[in-house]
């Protein structure tokens, strides 16, 4: 029974790939964690550490650490250097000697993943741990093929057999370098992680290999929150302890209580009394604990000082242009992306200026509002969940909407959609993804509004009792009652009547959204498989809860629909998205995306079967995701499922 690791790194590289300075110190530190016996206990010369290295080289390397190895052995592939991805988004290591040409990359001069993933599958070690710190390394989990490992006894300091890849990123971002550090951002985080103990969560004196990926996407996000770790156990993967923490330092439990009380960078009044208590009682001087305090704060303060700097630039270019150049917005885009933000922790800095300013500026397509329907604003939190579903992000965010009123006290609620392009169907190594989802395209969506919630009973019988286009309309169909309930067990056709009768109403062309407009519109800029994160939990949608997706936990099953707008919504403030009943989109179904319309529009064909996005409360949370596909025969009509309406832009009047 051994533990082996090979860690490399790669910083020098040949012109047309940047320097990564990082990269040789981020492998320096993890030896130094993995080698002190209190930590990880690795054997010094059980550990292979190659600096700037050529492929034939890092390639043997790989040979050595998974060959010949026995099934108790842990072993552990570390690498920090630039990822790059060919034409067919596969996944390469780079090498110093790493070429590109014309923008492209020559694949003979870098270790492709192909060659990690044969020595992983024909290895017999039973644990495995596979840490990339490098751009698009998401994609090393695309066709990771698992082995049956067979049955064997446990030793406990080992933790349990399977296989854990983390990555600093998913498959389409890129992963940075942390400015005023010497370490990459998310290496810096593992290290800080086992080195100070505070990954151990349940406090058990072992950091197991998912209590490291939790801490380091946690501090990651709260940093960066454009770069987005990602975690892939197989079988116990999970459970592989790689390093040991103290139980009983007192400086590691006050650390813990501070991770527990802070938000947003800040302490309560009451929490500050309590760390204060704390210190005293753990008898840690006043030096000692604002250290670990500043350590605790510093991924929250490195976020602001990101939010200052692109806010000074965007003033700056504003000041400098009174009309945004293509070519400038486009850098401020790019600025955006090197300083790791996302649209949606940018948004409020540009509204704000751009309103002081009132340069003609082109932030974003957005929907035009009428005379007659003038847009007003809501404002609504949003959360983000870990791969455990516990909250790791919460913020409040603002839209634009207008209500239409339909009589008898009965409004429905129209939110502006911006305008965009986005990545429609789901990834090649998202977990229990299906065929009909691929390949993944970009699209192009024009600005349109969709309804804040799913149609209600109200307001389908208030439509119901309009004078009939085509088709009759029950004006009570659902099974499940209530006014505020969506209402359900009605067909494709049923919604396309309820559509047209009421455009004749408002003199506006509702309709059911195009599937491609449903994808975006539920995702609201996230990648992935929630909007809320990486996995679903019944404190956050009305679905099956009796089963569970990734790393989540089980939750209530409720077994039948719930008010609209009980949970909270994505970031384009739109509810039930996920859960509470499948709805209809425009488009008849096909098999798969080949040959997909790219500009958003329904894609029709001659079958009688119409496409259901967002899964329902009675569905098993796969099914919820934000890429799944359902169909059903466009006349049939099922106790989960309704329908959201959508209406083009600029509002027809």
Request: aromatic share 10%.
């Amino acid at each position: 029974m051994a533990k082996v690791a090979l860690l490399i790194g790669v910083s020098e590289y040949e012109p047309g790939l940047n320097s990564l300075p990082a990269a040789v110190k981020d492998v320096e530190a993890m030896q130094r964690v993995l080698v002190n016996p209190e930590m990880g206990g690795f054997a010094e010369a059980d550990i292979t550490v190659l600096k700037n290295p050529q492929r034939q080289e890092i390639e043997d390397a790989i040979y050595h650490l998974f060959s010949s190895r026995q099934k108790d052995d842990l072993l552990l592939f570390y690498f920090s250097g630039h990822g790059i991805k060919d034409d067919r988004g596969k996944l390469y290591l780079s090498t110093r000697a790493t070429k590109t040409q014309n923008g492209k990359l020559v694949t003979p001069s870098a270790v492709a993943a192909s060659v990690l993933h044969d020595n992983i599958n024909d290895s017999r070690s039973q644990r495995q741990v596979v840490i990339l710190d490098c751009c698009f390394s998401g994609a090393i989990a695309q066709g990771m093929s698992v082995k049956d490992a067979g049955i064997i006894n446990v030793q406990d300091q080992l933790g349990g057999k399977g296989r854990a890849i983390l990555t600093s990123s998913t498959s389409t971002q890129y992963s940075f370098e942390q400015e005023g550090s010497e370490l990459s951002i998310y290496t810096r985080y593992l290290v800080e992680g086992i080195e100070t103990g505070a990954a151990d969560k349940d406090t058990d004196g072992w950091i197991s290999i998912d209590e490291l990926h939790e801490y380091a996407s946690t501090k990651v996000q709260e940093a960066a929150p454009a770069m987005t770790p990602k975690f892939y156990p197989v079988e116990e993967g999970h459970k592989i302890l790689l390093a040991k923490s103290p139980k009983d330092d007192p400086k590691l439990k006050y650390r813990k209580e501070v991770e527990n009380r802070i938000n947003r960078g800040k302490f309560t009044i009451p929490a500050r009394r309590m760390l204060n208590s704390l210190r005293l009682q753990l008898k840690l001087t006043s030096e000692v604990a604002d250290a670990i305090e500043a350590e605790v704060k510093q991924p929250y303060q490195e976020y602001q000082h990101k939010l200052e700097e692109y806010e000074a630039t965007l003033v700056e270019a504003i000041a400098a242009e009174t009309t945004l150049s293509e070519t400038t917005f486009n850098d401020l885009r790019d600025y955006q992306q090197y300083l790791g933000l996302r649209d949606e922790d940018v948004a409020s800095i540009q509204e704000r200026i751009i309103g002081q300013q009132k340069p003609t500026v082109a932030i974003e397509s957005k929907p035009v509002p009428s005379e007659k329907n003038p847009l007003n604003q809501f404002e609504f939190e949003v959360v983000t969940v870990n791969t455990k579903g516990k909250p790791i992000n919460r913020s409040q965010q603002r839209a634009e909407f207008f209500s239409e009123n339909l009589g008898n006290g009965v409004v429905l609620e129209m939110v502006a959609i911006p305008g965009g392009k986005f990545l429609m169907g789901s990834p090649e190594n998202e977990p229990e993804r299906s065929y009909s989802e691929s390949p993944q395209h970009t699209v192009t969506v024009q600005p349109f509004f969709m309804g804040k919630f799913p149609v209600t009973q109200s307001q389908w019988t208030i439509v119901a009792a309009l004078k009939k286009v085509n088709i009759d309309l029950n004006p009570e169909p659902s099974n499940f009652k209530g006014a505020n309930r969506p209402v359900e067990q009605v067909s494709w056709d049923h919604a396309i009547e309820f559509c047209a009768r009421l455009s004749n109403k408002t003199v506006k062309t509702y309709r059911l959204p195009s599937e491609a407009e449903w994808e975006y519109a539920c995702r609201a800029r996230t990648t992935t498989p929630f909007y809320f994160g990486e996995t679903i939990t019944a404190d956050l949608a009305n679905y099956n809860g009796n089963y569970t997706y990734g790393a989540g936990a089980m939750g209530e099953y409720r077994e039948q629909t719930t008010d609209v707008g009980k949970f909270l919504p994505n970031p384009f403030g739109l509810f039930d998205m996920h859960g509470n009943v499948l709805e209809w989109c425009q488009d008849a179904w096909h098999e798969n995306y080949n040959k997909a319309p790219i500009d958003g529009s329904p894609w029709m064909s001659d079958n009688n079967s119409r496409l259901l996005r967002g899964g329902s409360w009675g569905d098993y949370p796969k099914y919820c995701r934000s890429g799944f596909r359902f169909k059903h025969v466009s006349v049939n009509t099922f106790l989960n499922v309704g329908f959201r309406v959508v209406v083009g832009a600029p509002i027809r009047i």
